[in-house]
């Protein structure tokens, strides 16, 4: 139930936490760490479960494989009557260690600097003061819980984390990914799948002297494939998806008919149905030998599946909608964009899920990253009430 007496409750909380908000910030901005930097995001693991600790959560740290960062997940309320509530998200960055030291955390017009300020550790402080503030009020309705992957930025390679998401988001009542939100206000209902594929083409080596027309030559079987895969991508600009050969390399000396040449290929899918056609006129390009003698092999190696806007998804942002609505958030519609997340495995398991539930902000991935400090008192605003009408959710 949302209340008048609720709303003035949560206009307290926020003004007596401004500068909390900011300090957790600070500090978890400034404890860097990118997968491969296990030590550091051990830090950033102990600093999270630290602070879950301290106002009253049930937190473990969950491992996921030997050079992967552990998940940290607390829960309160866990013996509530209804299914939980989870935020859910990623404290690893893409910024190596040091850089922190070079752009530490810092505030002007408005704006919060540092490496992940905006991708994504605004959207864990939004997280922790909204759960903080539950707990303060009283909240006792349904379980919360947190639960922050430490290798999202490069897909869980080499671990366990997707079975864990899958598995702590299912049979759920609603999950909030806490991933920025771009500055015109919406919130994220669709994702599309990125998919990583190696292309390797073999030929004959030969001299190209004595020897020209007994060589094979790899090189030039690859370019006419580039050319034809490139062609895949269909013309207009609301594609369901996508194909870019971005690396490429082959031969060993210039005086030498190359004998092998492979290539790495991005692709990006709206949709399961989209990746099928999608992988399915790749495959006919590949088998096609341009230059007789050759052969082409096309290798599948990573995925992270498409975000596609479920019943479950729409019910979950309208939900959110009509609560932010109902407060005068900032909350301006719903959006599909073309970056991954981990909010595509809860959709795929039938949970309402949205994603970009998090800090507004700019320049991802890059030095000039920011996010706006505004937003991060409006959305734990959101996300408390949102809570509270849990029931529209069910």
Not at 50 to 70: Q, S
Not at 281 to 303: A, F, H, N, Q, S
């Amino acid at each position: 139930m949302f209340t008048e007496e609720l709303r003035n409750k949560i206009d307290s909380y926020i003004e007596e936490n401004r500068e909390a908000v900011i300090s957790f910030l600070e500090e978890l901005v400034n404890l860097e760490g990118r997968h491969g930097e296990k030590e550091h995001l051990l830090r950033t693991a102990a600093f999270l479960k630290r602070n879950f600790d301290e106002i009253g959560m049930e937190t473990v740290l969950i491992e996921v494989g030997e050079a992967n960062a552990p998940i940290v997940t607390g829960v309160f309320n866990k013996d509530a009557a209804e299914k939980e509530i989870v935020f859910t998200g990623h404290y690893d960055t893409v910024f190596a260690a040091g850089s922190a030291g070079e752009r530490p955390f810092h505030i002007k017009d408005g704006k919060a600097y540092g490496p992940g300020v905006c991708d994504m550790k605004g959207g864990i402080a939004i997280a922790f003061f909204t759960v903080k503030a539950l707990q303060e009020f009283g909240f006792r309705n349904a379980p919360v819980r947190l639960f922050f992957v430490g290798d999202e930025e490069v897909n869980h390679q080499g671990g366990t984390a997707i079975e864990k998401i899958r598995a702590y988001t299912k049979d759920i009542l609603a999950a909030f990914n806490m991933e920025n939100r771009y500055e015109s206000g919406q919130l994220c209902i669709g994702r599309k799948g990125c998919y990583e594929f190696l292309l390797k083409v073999h030929g004959i080596a030969s001299h190209p002297g004595h020897a020209y027309d007994e060589g094979r030559n790899a090189i030039e079987e690859m370019s006419h494939k580039v050319l034809a895969l490139q062609a895949v991508t269909p013309k207009e600009k609301n594609r369901d998806y996508s194909v870019s050969v971005n690396t490429i390399k082959g031969g060993t000396v210039t005086n030498g008919i190359p004998a092998y040449c492979e290539a790495t290929i991005d692709v990006r899918v709206k949709s399961f149905a989209a990746l099928r056609t999608c992988e399915f006129l790749m495959r006919e390009v590949c088998e096609k030998p341009y230059i007789e003698g050759t052969k082409t092999k096309l290798i599948r190696t990573d995925d992270m599946i498409p975000f596609e806007t479920t019943e479950g998804v729409k019910a979950a942002y309208e939900a959110v909608k009509a609560v932010n609505d109902q407060i005068g958030g900032t909350v301006t519609g719903s959006i599909a964009v073309g970056g991954s997340s981990d909010a595509a495995y809860m959709a795929a398991g039938g949970t309402k899920v949205v994603c970009q539930c998090g800090v507004s902000g700019a320049y991802t991935h890059n030095e000039k990253e920011y996010a706006v400090v505004a937003s991060l008192y409006e959305a734990i605003r959101l996300f408390i009430c949102t809570v509270y009408q849990y029931q529209l959710f069910k």
